[in-house]
T-cell receptor, first 115, second 113 residues
Framework: DTAVSQTPKYLVTQMGNDKSIKCEQNLGHDTMYWYKQDSKKFLKIMFSYNNKELIINETVPNRFSPKSPDKAHLNLHINSLELGDSAVYFC??????????????FGPGTRLTVL | AQSVTQLGSHVSVSEGALVLLRCNYSSSVPPYLFWYVQYPNQGLQLLLKYTSAATLVKGINGFEAEFKKSETSFHLTKPSAHMSDAAEYFCAVSAGSARQLTFGSGTQLTVLP
């Protein structure tokens, strides 16, 4: 049983395109997150959603927009893709609403390459 | 503000040898500390976490870590390395009203036969 799943696993696209990454969790968790992992493996949080409401938004360009149709899904839309957006994007979820002390469960990641 | 420093971006050990991965944290309030492991082409998986209970925390796969407030450290150890331990290891901290989990830069563990 896959707890946190992401699609697609790999995404190769041209600069200027718009793309989406989907995330679903079947753990019944209240909070979901998006992280960006750069080429040096540095992991930084982008967004967090608590029961469909945005509760954190780090200094991420507004070309990135999270969309949560329901508690089990948190999709990431990226407009006007740039070379610097190339990275691995991880979705994660945790049980307790807004508690960053709670264990987070990560998806397998989506490797985005912008040409 | 909270931060984590992982000393050594690459660590190599022989199979059967002691594994020691270093993590130092900075926090103005009592922290929660985590170790996550990332196997190649996979997401992160929790190894163990410290939540202000026992200072010696035991995790999965034989790993453990000790919280030392005086040294602001949370080093990860395993008595005997196995080939399957080869992975990237991340230390992370969450404290007070920071409202986020801050990760270190990771340590790549290589296990030599």
């Amino acid at each position: 049983d896959t707890a946190v799943s992401q699609t697609p696993k790999y995404l190769v696209t041209q600069m200027g395109n718009d793309k989406s990454i989907k995330c679903e969790q079947n753990l019944g968790h209240d909070t979901m997150y998006w992280y960006k992992q750069d080429s040096k493996k540095f992991l930084k949080i982008m967004f967090s959603y608590n029961n469909k409401e945005l509760i954190i938004n780090e200094t991420v360009p507004n070309r990135f927009s999270p969309k949560s149709p329901d508690k089990a899904h948190l999709n990431l839309h990226i407009n006007s893709l740039e070379l610097g957006d190339s990275a691995v994007y991880f979705c994660a979820s945790s049980q307790v609403a807004g508690a960053f002390t709670d264990t987070q469960y990560f998806g397998p990641g989506t490797r985005l390459t912008v040409l | 503000a909270q931060s984590v420093t992982q000393l050594g971006s690459h660590v190599s050990v022989s199979e059967g040898a002691l594994v020691l991965l270093r993590c130092n944290y900075s926090s103005s309030v009592p922290p929660y500390l985590f170790w996550y492991v990332q196997y190649p082409n996979q997401g992160l998986q929790l190894l163990l976490k410290y939540t202000s209970a026992a200072t010696l925390v035991k995790g999965i796969n034989g790993f453990e870590a000790e919280f030392k407030k005086s040294e602001t450290s949370f080093h990860l150890t395993k008595p005997s390395a196995h080939m399957s331990d080869a992975a990237e290891y991340f230390c992370a901290v969450s404290a007070g009203s920071a409202r986020q989990l801050t990760f270190g830069s990771g340590t790549q563990l290589t296990v030599l036969p």
